[in-house]
């Protein structure tokens, strides 16, 4: 498909989603339609929000909502990028989390939107937040309802999902929030891989992957919370459960000028979170609160491999082999908060405790022995401290925000097999600035802001062993690893009308001793500090309300990225951008038909580039019984374009990689809601 006809097909699909930049002070622009929210830019913070309820999309998976959001890029395998960058934290509920630390792509392409009730992406977080996420943070907020809905829809290739969720108000200032979502789907992929090992600038050698894979990954998410309002104490508990897991067989076919070999891969995977949370809030007035927060998490991952290498050139000979991973994350989590007047002050305290385990064997002899040079067990430590300070004021139509946060970093990586511990210990202080003019009504809104920010390597990047789970992929670790340092500058300006919305941004990122991902001459995949890269950009985002019918979006995003490798200062440097549309018709008061579209230009790589991609949803949704419930009609994909291709290229190693997927689905879905209480408070 030409550039022509993609822009054609971006601006005119789009679905209806909600816009909210800067705050939680919004307005409603088309009641007629009562599904899309923006608010200006009032300072507080740098930020958009999306509520997965009121798209048309009931089918739709955390990879695929996020598609709606200004400056965002993301892969069928769900991998990220913010502003140009891949380090993005994730938190669930506003706390830190593991769950999308080593496997997060796994569970983006497979969290149901409909377990989530708000996304929201800060660009600028403020220094009472951990300081991870060089291009800031994407929190998920799982749903929490005040009355009771149940839900269920359905698809091609064996997809369906369901769940319920209930609020219920004990007292007068007591609530109550239960959920449970469940969603099974359909994956199905291929990979073709042409590899050139090159010497002198003469190929050596020439392999061809051919790889294909089938899965019906399989997800249920459940909630329990209370909270309880009374004078000036506030006190909320919240459980919560995520778990992912599937069966997947894969088929591999390596042929190499000397070799060849065929591969069955038996694949299990299960990833699961459990979390607990307990926050007392004492409020003495508006001017004066205390706080303490009590977080414990638990994340395990497990995958279980059974191979069957047949080799068939230059000797045939059947290989059999297991191997099996086990990771284990602890993590404990403690905040204290004061407030007075304008001043806020407090102390996190942040602990995790990693154990990986992977176990191989052998089948030799009618029998499976282990096999000890590709067997280890790895602990990970992290202890984090951390004071900040902040202040902020507001002037009739200004405000203004300083911060600083100060944090130690204790961290040791010990390896059972050689007794060996590595350990890093540091200390770093973000400093945060922002400056915002809002005029409270129509008219215009600005700001600029200045943050800084860290991410630390995850653990998969620290694991100095051989990862041998994917045959196409070998990954080992650096447990050498450095901290990158970002420094994050932006400026946003914002102008309200009663037909349109007008909302550019311009963006700088430098990152010092930035975390990339290499492939080495041997096809090892590894970790290293960069030495420099910087990205700088504009993003714009238009939203029109022409007629009460109808209303359109259009999100943009160009930057500029550069990336130092090499001592020598060599440099690699290109434009790359993205645009994503959005319109939504009410065909009737009770009918909304929506569509959206994206394009991601090519996007360079430390070894290469990226190719183009583009996709178009749509969907329809009629409301019934005086909105009480809903049935919704959509399609995914329905241009089938889900394919993208990975080029390395290097004076030794040449890669192309070309995936493609299924991803086209019919989903047909019905929402019901109700009301258990006799008011709602």
């Known amino acids: 498909m030409n550039l022509y006809y993609r822009i ?35 300072a507080k913070n740098e930020s958009v929000s999306l509520f997965p309820d009121k798209l048309v999309q009931q089918g739709n998976s955390l990879n695929d909502i996020l598609l709606f959001f200004p400056s965002l890029e993301n892969d069928m395998e769900g991998n990220i990028r913010l502003r140009g960058s891949e380090k993005i934290t994730f938190l669930i509920d506003g706390k830190p989390t593991s769950l999308f630390g080593d496997y997060r792509s796994e569970m983006m392409i497979q969290l149901p939107g409909s377990a989530i009730g708000q996304i929201k992406i800060d660009y600028a977080p403020d220094v009472s937040r951990p300081a991870e996420g060089s291009a800031g943070t ?53 990979f073709l891989n042409t590899i050139a090992s090159r010497e002198n600038g003469i190929v050596t050698n020439e392999q061809i992957q051919d790889n294909s894979a089938v899965a019906h990954p399989q997800t249920v998410i459940g909630t329990l919370g209370s909270e309880m309002n009374k004078d000036k104490h506030t006190f909320s508990t919240n459980f919560s459960f995520i778990q992912m897991w599937f069966d997947r067989t894969g088929n591999i076919h390596n042929t190499e000028t000397k070799k060849e070999l065929r591969v069955v891969r038996d694949n299990e995977q299960k990833n699961r979170q459990y979390s607990a949370n307990a926050f007392y809030r004492y409020k003495h007035n508006e001017q004066t609160s205390i706080s303490v927060d009590i977080n414990y998490r638990q994340a395990i991952y497990d995958e279980d491999n059974d191979y069957r290498r047949n080799v068939l050139r230059p000797q045939t000979n059947l290989i059999q082999d297991r191997l099996f991973i086990n990771q284990k994350n602890n993590e404990y989590e403690l905040n204290l908060t004061g407030r007075f007047g304008d001043f806020k002050s407090g102390y996190n305290a942040w602990l995790t405790t990693s154990n990986n385990t992977n176990l191989k064997e052998i089948f030799k002899d009618n029998a499976f022995s282990k096999a000890p040079d590709e067997t280890f067990n790895l602990d990970l430590n992290r202890y ?64 600029i802001s200045y943050r800084q920010r860290i991410n630390r390597p995850v653990f998969s990047e620290l694991n100095p062993f051989l990862n041998q789970s994917d045959p196409q992929e070998i990954i080992q670790g650096n447990p050498y690893l450095k901290p990158e340092i970002s420094h994050n ?27 990339a991902q290499i492939m080495k001459e041997d096809m090892v995949v590894t970790y290293d500090n960069l030495y420099h890269n910087q990205s700088a950009g504009i993003e714009l985002s238009t939203f029109i309300f022409p007629v009460k019918w109808m209303d359109i979006r259009i999100n943009s995003t160009i930057y500029y990225d550069e990336i130092q490798a090499d001592k020598e200062g060599n440099k690699r440097h290109d434009w790359a951008w993205n645009a994503n549309g959005v319109i939504s018709f009410r065909l009737t008061p009770t009918t909304v038909l ?28 009629q409301q019934i019984f005086s909105g009480k419930g809903e049935i919704t009609l959509q399609v995914n994909d329905w241009c089938k374009s889900t394919k993208e291709i990975t080029i390395i290229d290097t004076p030794t190693l040449y890669k192309r990689t070309e995936k493609r997927g299924d991803n086209r689905a019919i989903w047909l879905g019905i929402v019901w809601n109700f009301n258990i209480n006799k008011t709602i408070s």
């Open 384 to 447: 984090i401290h951390a004071l900040f300070l902040q202040y902020e004021k507001q002037w009739q139509k200004w405000f203004i925000y300083a911060g600083v946060r100060g944090e130690y970093t204790h961290q040791s990586v010990y390896t059972a097999e050689g007794n060996d511990r590595i350990k890093q210990d540091y200390w770093n202080v973000f400093p945060a600035f922002q400056l915002s003019y809002n005029n409270q009504q129509y008219g215009h809104s600005w700001q």
């Open 594 to 621: 929506q569509c959206n579209g994206h394009y991601i230009s090519d996007i360079q790589t430390v070894q290469g580039e990226i190719r183009s991609r583009c996709r178009i949803d749509t969907g329809i949704k």
């Open 489 to 515: 500058i932006s400026s946003g300006y914002s102008y309200t009308h009663k037909k349109f919305i007008f909302t550019p941004a311009l963006f700088y990122r430098i990152r010092e001793q930035a975390i």
């Open 138 to 190: 994407i929190d998920l907020s799982l749903k929490k309802m005040r009355q009771g809905q149940v839900y269920l829809s359905g698809a091609n290739n064996d997809r369906y999902m369901a769940g319920t969720h209930l609020g219920y108000s004990l007292s007068p200032y007591w609530q109550f929030n239960a959920g449970i979502d469940y969603k099974r789907e359909y994956r199905k992929r291929s």
């Open 8 to 42: 054609i097909l971006f601006v005119f699909c789009n679905i209806s989603f909600i816009y909210i930049r800067a705050n939680n002070d919004s307005i409603a622009v088309q009641k007629q339609l009562k599904t899309i929210t923006v608010s200006k830019i009032k």
